[in-house]
């Protein structure tokens, strides 16, 4: 969903070069002309519309999917009647994989028939009350779903049965932890997620997690008292008669702040990091969301196969468990870099609005790859400008030849750790189109060449060599082809003030295990390979690069 909250001057700037042994076959191939499985996904869009309109740059670019063609919102994906589904039909024409998608967590009062099903919906706080989320600027009341709630579960199942019955190849389920933050009235210091469903699940665990405890162990390890104890001979839900957390939180003065470090169950409790489920995060949160999550996606796969005879793709927004790709949205106050002001890793470098081509992202795109890694296997790690944030603003507000720049350079940047940039078409908030700005011939020409050679960039991982450049700022890195032993150096030139700055003729050194027989260079930059001088031995290879722009690919 989306989140509120002429020439150029030639010198320093960034550029990537790959170097691949040799060249896979075409991906296999489905039904519909495109590739048969999102490990064969290399060109990935992100468009999104409301359920009833299409976006035709999508069949313009020709990726190989986009992140999530259509947008469940409120009520509108209530009905297959609010859907336009014949476009299904054209996206397969052109070989195109379609993610239908929704939000899994906003919801508004006109969703749903009486106010109190709506409360029963509704994430609640430490006082039992529903958490309005006013930060997102809607004219309408909103606030956050309940996922420990089975008939919230069952209202998400009940519009994913819909897509799937329209003929998506896909969904993506976004935001679907989003319901734990406290949001702007509890400066969003975790007061979220209090609901008598999940305190009755936190007793559960507890029951779980300390089978053999004693009534007097549960009053010196947690502080509870007799009047509150947690008890194996009442039912775990019975909140009236069996431990009631909320009283817990409010006679030790956290019900304001519940996550507060001296509450004792709070570790128990855990603190929930929207759109990430942390493989190693085994918190009573995480232990029952990755469950419910899971029971989720296991339905609407067995629903495919029930209804439609065929599987269907599954992704959410961020790093998850049980999906067939990984889509993670770029955004401020991310988690994945620790930084002073918390806004975590910059995805988009901007600076006095130009585009910071100098800063690197391989440690960020590599993060997210082997943070993936351990949470959902390796599934594609695709990351897209999400919004409207401050991202996506500041990308919007780039000059055109920046806006290509950013793509050529951390676009680039993506692929050369094993990670898919979603190229930006269209949003549902009005923003400008990619046609708008003048971005679709250059997109177009660009994914064209991705696409051509998606043998060297699909299905690969980080390598454990070194490589060496014989220049400064260019990024290296080396990467490995799960199933064929291929590998790849990739180069990626940091040297840029508002415009590129290319490097000319520097050498190449890395480890690569065993010696290629022969090397070739290809570019979004060159108009035909190349095949550079190289020398290797005893895994050592060693090579010159006659010029960078800003990707190559030997």
Same mark, same amino acid.
């Given at each position: 969903m989306p989140r509120r909250s002429g020439l150029l001057r030639r010198s320093a700037s960034i550029v990537a070069v790959a170097l691949a042994v040799s060249v896979q076959p075409a991906a296999a191939t489905g039904a519909t002309g495109g590739p048969a499985r999102a490990e064969d996904f290399v060109v990935y869009a992100f468009s999104q519309s409301d359920v009833h309109e299409e976006d035709p740059q999508v069949y313009e670019l020709d990726p190989d999917t986009t992140i999530r063609a259509i947008g469940k919102w409120s009520t509108a994906g209530d009905e297959a009647a609010d859907y336009d589904f014949a476009q299904i039909g054209r996206y397969h024409a052109k070989g195109i994989t379609f993610m239908g998608s929704g939000t899994a967590s906003v919801i508004f009062p006109k969703d749903f028939a009486t106010a109190e099903i709506f409360d029963d919906m509704s994430t609640r706080d430490a006082n039992g009350d529903p958490v309005p989320h !006013?930060? &997102?600027g809607f004219p309408e009341p909103a606030r956050r779903g309940n996922l420990f709630n089975p008939r919230y579960r069952e209202y998400l199942l009940s519009w994913a049965r819909i897509q799937v019955d329209g003929g998506v !190849? +896909? /969904?993506? &389920? !976004?935001?679907? %932890?989003? +319901?734990?933050? +406290? =949001?702007?009235k509890y400066g969003f210091n975790g007061n979220e997620g209090f609901d008598d469903y999940a305190i009755a699940d936190f007793n559960r665990y507890l029951l779980a997690k300390y089978p053999t405890f004693t009534a007097a162990e549960w009053?010196?390890? &947690? =502080?509870m008292t007799d009047g509150n104890l947690l008890r194996r001979d009442v039912p775990a839900g019975d909140l009236a008669v069996n431990f009631n957390y909320r009283d817990y939180l409010r006679a030790g003065g956290w019900n304001l702040d519940p996550l507060n470090a001296a509450n004792p169950l709070a570790p128990e409790w855990g603190r929930v990091v929207a759109n990430r489920m942390y493989a190693e995060d085994t918190s009573f949160t995480a232990t029952y969301i990755r469950r419910y999550w899971k029971e989720i996606v296991d339905e609407m796969r067995a629903y495919a196969w029930r209804t439609r005879h065929r599987g269907i793709l599954i992704s959410s927004n961020g790093l998850w468990p049980y999906v067939d790709l990984n889509s993670v949205g770029m955004y401020p106050w991310n988690p994945d870099e620790q930084t002073p002001d918390f806004r975590g890793a910059d995805y988009v470098p901007v600076a006095g609005g130009h585009l910071n081509g100098a800063k690197s992202l391989q440690s960020q795109y590599r993060y997210l790859k082997e943070r993936s890694a351990r949470i959902a296997g390796h599934v594609p790690?695709?990351?897209?400008?999400?919004?409207?944030? !401050?991202?996506?603003?500041?990308?919007? %507000?780039?000059p055109l030849e920046e806006k290509k720049d950013y793509w050529r350079i951390f676009g680039a940047e993506a692929y050369a750790n094993g990670v898919f940039p979603a190229f930006h078409l269209k949003d549902t908030v009005g923003s400008p189109t990619a046609t708008d700005l003048g971005m679709m011939d250059f997109f177009k020409t660009y994914t064209r060449f991705y696409k051509d050679h998606r043998a060297i960039f699909r299905d690969n991982a980080i390598g454990a060599g070194a490589v060496r450049v014989g220049v400064a700022g260019v990024a290296a890195s080396l990467l490995e082809q799960r199933g064929t032993g291929r590998r790849s150096i990739h180069l990626v030139n940091h040297n840029y003030d508002q415009g590129i700055a290319p490097q000319p003729r520097f050498a190449v050194q890395a480890d690569v295990g065993s010696c290629?027989?022969?090397? *070739?260079?290809? *570019?979004?930059?060159?108009?035909s390979p190349k095949s550079p001088a190289f020398s290797c031995r005893h895994g050592k290879l060693? /090579?010159?690069?006659?010029?960078?722009?800003?990707? %190559?690919?030997i």
């Open positions: !006013d930060e &997102f !190849d +896909g /969904l993506n &389920f !976004d935001e679907i %932890n989003a +319901g734990f933050s +406290g =949001g702007s009053k010196s390890r &947690f =502080g790690v695709v990351v897209f400008i999400d919004w409207p944030n !401050d991202m996506m603003t500041s990308y919007l %507000n780039l290629p027989r022969r090397v *070739s260079l290809i *570019s979004p930059d060159l108009p060693t /090579l010159t690069v006659e010029r960078l722009d800003y990707y %190559n690919i």
